[in-house]
């Protein structure tokens, strides 16, 4: 006698059905699909072949889409949300240079801009992942929503792992080793913004999905989002080369073409990749010419994003005059 057929098995099938038979999920199909992931309610072996298909094929903005609200649909969220202007999501770790976008970001909270960080750490490879990073500033990651909550409130900004707030994403994209590839799980946990800020940042590093954010976001009614190739990954702007971002704003699709920072001028990886020297900037201890201009590129594209500055040059200068006026104290007392 046959058993029942597993009711996620349905899903599988949709995206496998050879060639001519397969097609892509409904944003609704991918809601639950994910939704039943996140509910542990498929076997290992479902989750495999789910998530290999989708690689394959490669995940579409409908679907994405729907993946996002199964995810943020799954969180559990303090009973009164924080008031967030920005989300920054932080997935890839850094490996050619140190992930100056954290000063970035700082350099955003000490004016007053309320940035809420998440992302992904812990990994025994040759990266520099943001709560290392982090913790050798001063900030601790937050183990809970709440947590975060009351640190973004009171400092304007908080980190906190996504194995605080999503275990089950998480797990999945600890898969990797062991599946060998990526899955949509990487390009999802990006775009949750927990905290429903108004303001999304995105970094990727196959350019291919600069686009797919971008109509994921627009799917999503997310106001504001600026997508950018950004070093190694990460959202952070390579001073040496010319930036693409592209944006939304309230619906609306468009790109902008950020000019290199300096002329004809390449820079050297950095081979110690010492963390100790995002202290050492932000406090004036030393000179770091490519340290420097990413963290005034990366904070500029935010401004702009967020309306601070209605040109790349008016951004760009906003930049540097909040870090020439930056409290070294603020660091500091904040952490």
């Not at 940035?115 to 990073?133: L, S």
């Not at 990651?141 to 975060?148: D, H, I, Q, R």
């Not at 990413?294 to 200068?317: F, Y």
Request: charged fraction near 25%; hydrophobic fraction near 45%.
């Amino acid at each position: 006698m046959m058993s029942a057929e597993h009711p996620f098995a349905q899903y599988i099938r949709i995206l496998g059905k050879g060639k001519n038979g397969s097609r892509a999920l409904t944003q609704e199909e991918a809601f639950i699909a994910m939704k039943m992931i996140l509910a542990d309610e498929v076997e290992p072996m479902q989750l495999g072949a789910f998530l290999m298909l989708m690689r394959v094929k490669e995940e579409t903005p409908e679907e994405l889409a729907g993946f996002v609200k199964a995810a943020r649909a799954s969180l559990k969220l303090p009973a009164q949300l924080p008031k967030v202007d920005l989300d920054w999501s932080s997935y890839a770790g850094k490996r050619r240079q140190l992930p100056w976008f954290l000063l970035s970001a700082l350099l955003l909270a000490s004016s007053g801009i309320r940035v809420i960080m998440h992302g992904i750490g812990g990994r025994k490879d040759d990266r520099v992942y943001t709560p290392e990073a982090l913790s050798a500033l001063g900030f601790k990651s937050c183990e809970s929503l709440e947590e975060a909550a009351q640190e973004v409130e009171g400092r304007n900004f908080a980190f906190i792992h996504l194995k605080d707030f999503s275990p089950k994403l998480d797990e999945i994209i600890e898969l990797r080793p062991i599946l060998g590839l990526r899955s949509p799980v990487h390009t999802l946990s990006r775009m949750v913004n927990p905290f429903d800020a108004p303001a999304m940042l995105q970094g990727i590093f196959h350019p291919g999905y600069q686009d797919t954010h971008q109509a994921t976001a627009v799917l999503l009614n997310q106001p504001h989002v600026a997508v950018l190739k950004g070093d190694g990954g990460e959202i952070e702007r390579n001073p040496d080369a010319e930036c693409l971002v592209k944006t939304v704003h309230n619906g609306i699709m468009g790109e902008e073409i950020w000019p290199p920072m300096f002329s004809g001028q390449r820079h050297l990886r950095d081979e110690t990749m010492d963390i100790a020297r995002l202290t050492q900037l932000w406090n004036g201890d030393i000179e770091d010419e490519y340290g420097h201009a990413a963290v005034i590129g990366t904070a500029a594209i935010a401004l702009k994003l967020m309306g601070k500055a209605d040109s790349i040059e008016s951004a760009l200068s906003l930049a540097t005059k909040l870090w020439d006026g930056r409290s070294v104290a603020w660091l500091k007392a904040a952490a």
